[in-house]
């Protein structure tokens, strides 16, 4: 089947498409009746649809929290999955102002190009194609619009509950080329000690990290005590200074994203494991000695008692990302990736037992399921074979510690957009996508769709 002359054909009306669509600032907003993620999401939600509606294809619209638009008839269906939500612009754009949608050598920019407007308009337009060369799909084509996926993926949650059809496979164009047909599962938690404080010692300052799923490269403490003692601490990468009434301890660590915590170094453990140094009492004493000795920089939960991996993807990690102290009480917020053939069951009440013993209770839990598609399933087959044919590369599989928006909806896969040696530019500044990658993407969603639709 002939399809990709008409997506060179319509490589302006596909760029103008995306354009307009990146000019909408579909960033989440103050929630409003008819608007649950904001107007601005709302707005690209309703400018989507009417696109889809202009080539010819049915629509529906969820409350505005998640659309779709379908083309051909039958009892299943197959899903592309993506999303027009984005993350805020940032500072320090220089080649394009962040919402232009500016079109100029070679590339398009603007946030959402890449994360996840560009491959979703691009799938739109690969649908396009094969209806106009005559494509008559055995299974439904549906290609849905989500509008929550930066900031917890409720839309889908929504999705499930009211209703909305389960594929029966498909993919999101969100990830990265050849295929990632395992994702670790992942533990989102927060840990908490309430602290009885006696004596001349007391510790009033202990924070670090910004979230989660960053390993933090900077913690600070500061406690009531002796001047003197800032000459028991011995550490690297950790500064004593000497303050009112006390001393403030501040620790240093390399950055590094939740999933690869190997990478970095975490300046909240570090933190802890100076203060250990220090002839603390009670329950002050016993917390630091709790996390010097059971997570410290460790990054596989060995001290915990949590330790596992499987062959397809690795090591569990465990991130501690956020600690924050007030009234006494010391709260840790961690990350933890449980490898692709593990459970939640397997790997939730190690961790639980372990601070239990430290004294601290789970006080928030969120948790994504691992999934894994074997490869000799007929999704990853039939991707596997368009992606070898469209390519000419071998389709290898990845199992990774992130997490996609194939987590949201049973039955899929991240497939694409982001082709093998090519620089990951979402979230950062100048977000961008060459012409000719978007048009290439647009290629290999369509054969995939027909091969999965036929």
């Known amino acids: 089947m002939d399809y990709k002359p008409f ?56 409350d505005n929290r998640v659309g779709w638009c379908e083309y051909g008839e039958g009892d299943e269906m197959i899903a592309v999955l993506g999303h027009l939500d984005v993350v805020p612009a ?13 079109v100029k050598d070679g590339r398009i920019y603007g946030r959402g190009t890449m994360d996840d407007k560009g491959p979703t308009v691009a799938a739109l337009y690969a649908l396009a194609a094969l209806k106009d060369a005559g494509f008559v799909p055995s299974r439904r084509v549906r290609i849905l619009f989500g509008t ?27 990830g990265e080329y050849p295929i990632i047909n395992g994702e670790k599962g992942i533990m989102n938690c927060t840990y908490a000690r309430k602290f009885s404080q006696t004596g001349d010692c007391r ?20 406690l009531t005590c002796p001047a003197d003692w800032a000459g028991k601490i011995e550490a690297e990468k950790v500064t004593v200074t000497p303050i009112e009434g006390g001393l403030r301890i501040e620790a240093a660590g390399i ?60 090591d569990l990690t465990v991130n501690l990302g956020v600690a924050t102290f007030a009234d006494d009480t010391l709260e840790l917020t961690l990350s933890v990736r449980y490898p692709v053939t593990k459970t939640y069951d397997e790997a939730h009440p190690r961790m639980e037992r372990a601070f239990s013993l430290g004294g601290f209770h ?59 040696g090519d620089e990951i530019r979402e979230h950062k500044p100048d977000e961008y996508m060459e012409v000719e990658r978007l048009l290439q993407n647009a290629e290999i969603l369509a054969a995939a769709m027909y091969e999965l639709a036929k």
Request: charged share 25%; aromatic share 6%; glycine share 12%.
């Open 90 to 102: 940032g500072d320090d754009w220089q080649a394009a102002e962040p919402f232009s949608g500016e």
């Open 203 to 222: 510790l009033t300052r202990f924070e670090g990290g910004t979230a989660s799923n960053v390993s933090p490269a900077y913690a600070v403490a500061e």
């Open 148 to 174: 929550n996926e930066e900031t917890g993926c409720q839309d889908m949650v929504w999705y499930l509950e009211h209703g909305g059809e389960v594929p029966v496979m498909g993919f999101t164009p969100d």
């Open 362 to 420: 789970e006080t928030k839990m969120k948790h994504k399921a691992a999934i894994y598609m074997p490869p000799e399933s007929e999704l990853i087959q039939k991707l596997s074979k368009v992606y070898e044919e469209q390519t000419g590369d071998k389709a290898e599989l990845k199992s990774i510690g992130g997490g996609t928006y194939a987590k949201s909806i049973p039955n899929l896969v991240a497939f694409g957009p982001i082709f093998p």
């Open 7 to 62: 997506i060179r054909a319509h490589a302006d009306e596909l760029l103008g498409s995306l354009s307009a669509l990146i000019q909408i600032p579909s960033v989440e907003g103050e929630p409003t009746p008819g608007a649950p993620y904001g107007a601005e999401v709302a707005r690209c939600l309703q400018e989507t649809l009417a696109l889809c509606e202009k080539l010819g294809f049915r629509t529906v619209n969820m």
């Open 255 to 314: 950055s590094a994203h939740g999933s690869t915590p190997e990478q970095g170094e975490n300046a909240i453990g570090r933190l802890a494991m100076a203060l250990s140094q220090l002839p603390l009492e009670g329950d002050l004493a016993d917390c630091m000695a709790f996390l010097t000795d059971r997570i410290g920089m460790e990054t596989r939960g060995e001290s915990i008692g949590l330790a596992m991996r499987d062959e397809l993807s690795g």
